[in-house]
């Protein structure tokens, strides 16, 4: 059974004049060290800094919460499967939620192009 979802779409650019005026700050705050080590080794780091913002937005979107409401972004880590579709790895609060709720599964897809970055959560509870 579905429990939620969430989109959200986010302009790269955006993103990428925020982690020029913020840096470390930005990124420490919001990424996992994973995810920045990810990011950062792509000549345009901004779009998949973007697309892993986005699906941050879009899981919280998909939990009926906003930020502020007991998960933080960096509880909330894109990661890859084996086979190198994109998934959610959750810790802290995040986790907390998904327990809280009888969440068993979360499917994720991402999509960017130059300009901006997507991002679909599905959320499934038996």
Known sequence: MIYG???DLVENERIGKI???????????VFSAKEVEYCSKHIQAQIHYAARFAAKESFLKALGIGL??????????V???IKGKPDL?????AKAQMEKQKITKVHLSLTHTKKYATAFVILEKK
């Not at 502020?68 to 880590?77: D, N």
């Open 5 to 7: 979802i969430g989109i």
């Open 19 to 29: 982690i020029g005026k913020w840096g470390e700050k930005f990124l420490s705050r």
């Open 68 to 77: 502020g409401m007991g998960v933080k972004l960096r509880e909330i880590e």
């Open 79 to 81: 990661a890859r499967d």
């Open 89 to 93: 790895a959750l810790w802290g609060g």
